[in-house]
């Protein structure tokens, strides 16, 4: 696994990403490269971007300029002359049951069962073969401890619960990528502990992970690698060790004492 | 003076059982096609290209603006003098139906628009992360939440088609107030005749009313199993106001 890791090849490439909410510019010229099987965890305060990073590379936001591949592949838009012109919706749709990404807010399918919301993707995306998919759905929620909830609506779990449904709908898809986004931030504090269980779980697999979090604690135990980014720009990126034990940068410094 | 004997006499004649199977027909059919155009008018409306949205706009501002009962006049006797290649094509039915339908398709189109509006936009997002295109995730992830806020006021709409069929008289469809018009003034009882179309009208209603409430009850987010069920207020309670569990009313947890 470290040998597949030091040699990935690059699952996701970003260059210089800009992005503006009306005056405001979130991201200023973000440059980014995560390898295949790497685990990048990034962190940093409210309003420093990184959502916003992460929900650019699955194209949920448009980017104002920049480019961001994904296994060489651009995604969101093509080259025509030097400009970029938004991309085919199947093309898009293509790229992204192949990311899989897990919301803060979980946004399972309500009116669906736990079951229900794991196989609708492969199903109605893949166009897999139902009983095949469900097999591979019930072997998900095994996985993610929750077997006997197969057929709970998603109001019947607990925030817990729901996350580790989400995670295993997007894991149904066989993502190359996972994209988490502040997966443990809504949930009681009681309950961020199982969901990281699983997280964690599927980093040692092998899973090719960018992580949007608060948890130092997973941060410097699962990370490749941190990236600390404050007002729209990475700030610095190094190894747990680095970020945690020696920052460098002033900001960097001063936001870990903040919080640790 | 009022006589009950006419009443009984035309209450269950095949005469009125014919003209309030031509009511419900018509109604059905109208509020069908209505949903369909209202559905296609609803997502033109909220595209972000103008080319689509305008052009709902535009209907639904033409629709809405203007009385139902000039658009059939409109069209029954308007348009055949204009456009004389309609005749063949413009007849009682088809005219009622067509006035009727796109009528409709303007209410439920802002109807249909507020239903898909409440959905939590990180379904959309959900879906579309999973890999969904627009039209597969509105019809497997929007529409089916969308519908637990759409059909109560579907049902309202369903409840007024099926007295807004009376229109058609006025271009001599015999449906149920026709029916009573008609053979009122040949026998001086009007009254008479518009209370049996009365009467039918509320069985219509009221029928209607029990289908929609079972409808509701199965479109409800949480589900409710058999015995819960029995414990829910019953139709009649909810119409009339009272004892309502506002909390099986509203959308899921979720969305709230």
């Known amino acids: ?260 | 003076m009022f006589r009950w004997d006419i009443v009984g006499q035309y209450l269950f004649s095949g005469l009125f059982i014919s003209a309030a199977w031509t009511t419900l027909w018509i109604a059905v059919i109208s509020q069908t096609c209505g949903v369909i155009i209202g559905l296609f008018l609803a997502l033109m409306r909220m595209s972000r290209y103008p080319w689509l949205s305008l052009p709902a706009r535009a209907y639904i501002w033409l629709f809405r603006g203007s009385p139902l009962l000039v658009q059939l006049l409109l069209l029954y006797f308007g348009f055949p003098e204009v456009f004389p290649g309609l005749v063949p094509y413009i007849t009682i039915y088809s005219a009622a139906l067509i006035a009727f339908s796109f009528n409709e398709g303007a209410y439920m189109a802002e109807i249909i628009r507020a239903g898909i509006t409440s959905v939590d936009p990180g379904q959309m997002e959900a879906a579309k992360s999973l890999g969904m295109r627009y039209a597969l995730a509105m019809r497997r992830v929007i529409l089916p939440q969308a519908a637990r806020v759409i059909v109560p006021p579907l049902g309202n709409e369903f409840n007024n088609m099926l007295k807004t069929t009376s229109l058609a008289s006025v271009i001599g469809l015999f449906e149920l107030t026709y029916t009573a018009q008609v053979y009122g003034s040949q026998s001086f009882s009007y009254f008479e005749l518009l209370v049996v179309a009365t009467f039918y009208y509320l069985i219509l209603t009221t029928l209607w009313g029990y289908i929609q409430s079972y409808i509701e009850r199965r479109l409800d987010p949480n589900r409710l199993t058999g015995s819960e069920l029995k414990a829910q207020k019953s139709w009649t309670q909810r119409m009339m106001g009272f004892g309502t569990r506002g909390d099986r009313l509203v959308g899921p947890r979720e969305l709230r």
Do not use: W
Not at chain 1, 123 to 130: A, G, M, R, T, Y
């Open chain 1, 1 to 260: 696994m470290d040998i597949q890791r030091i040699n990935g090849i690059e699952m996701v490439r970003a260059e210089k990403i800009v992005k503006h909410f009306g005056s405001l510019t979130v991201l200023d010229g973000i440059d980014l490269t995560v390898k295949r099987g790497q685990v990048v965890v990034i962190i940093g305060p409210s309003g420093s971007g990184k959502t916003t990073l992460l929900r650019c590379i699955n194209h949920l936001e448009k980017i104002d300029s920049g480019r961001i591949y994904i296994e060489g592949e651009m995604i969101g838009y093509r080259e025509v002359n030097g400009r970029l012109i938004e991309d085919r919706e199947a093309t898009i749709a293509r790229i992204r049951s192949q990311i899989g990404f897990v919301f803060q807010r979980f946004n399972l399918f309500p009116h669906m069962t736990a079951l229900e919301n794991v196989i609708e993707a492969p199903i109605h995306v893949l166009h897999q073969p139902k009983a095949e998919v469900k097999e591979r759905a019930v072997a998900l929620l095994e996985k993610v401890g929750l077997a006997d909830k197969a057929d709970s609506y998603p109001h019947k779990l607990s925030g817990g619960q729901q996350q580790r449904v989400a995670i295993a709908r997007a894991l149904a898809m066989n993502p190359k990528l996972m994209l988490f986004d502040e997966a443990t931030s809504a949930l009681d504090p009681e309950l961020v502990g199982e969901v990281l269980k699983v997280m964690d779980q599927l980093a040692k697999e092998g899973m090719t992970m960018i992580v949007v979090t608060h948890e130092m604690g997973f941060a410097r135990e699962v990370a490749d690698e941190v990236i600390f980014m404050d007002k729209a720009v990475i700030v610095e990126e190094g190894s747990p060790e680095q970020i945690f034990d020696h920052p460098q940068n002033e900001r960097t410094q001063e936001f870990l004492s903040m919080i640790l």
